[in-house]
């Protein structure tokens, strides 16, 4: 039996989360199943679990996420990520100066 996402149990917490959103109900719980039935991944089921609630509040699916492959850097448009378009590094703090980063 095909399941709603092509290679499901290959996806990552990130790809499952965008991919998901444009499944109805009937297709969601089909993959919570089948995630329990085999991977049973914690945080997998979480997204879903949340999702599913969010549908049963009226929330419709919706085209986002279908057409993304994080997992991949690509996207089914063409567009893939390319580290030659990255932004070049900046210069290095002065002396005294401390970087701030979110959360630590």
Same mark, same amino acid.
């Given at each position: 039996m095909a399941l709603p996402i092509p290679d499901f149990?290959? +996806? !990552?917490?990130?790809?499952? $989360?965008?991919?998901? *959103?444009a499944l109805d109900l009937d297709q969601l719980d089909e993959l919570i199943a089948h995630e329990q039935a085999h991977g049973d991944r914690l945080p997998v089921l979480e997204v879903m679990r949340s999702r599913r609630e969010q549908l049963e509040a009226g929330a419709e699916p919706s085209s986002g996420g279908q057409d993304v492959? !994080?997992? &991949?850097?690509? &996207?089914?448009? #063409?567009? @893939?990520?390319? /580290?030659?378009? $990255? $932004?070049? /590094? #900046? @210069? @290095?703090?002065?002396? #005294? +100066? *401390?970087?701030v980063t979110w959360g630590g």
């Open positions: 149990d290959h +996806l !990552p917490l990130g790809s499952v $989360a965008d991919r998901i *959103r492959h !994080p997992e &991949t850097g690509e &996207t089914s448009h #063409g567009s @893939p990520v390319d /580290p030659s378009s $990255a $932004a070049e /590094p #900046g @210069p @290095p703090n002065r002396h #005294g +100066l *401390r970087q």
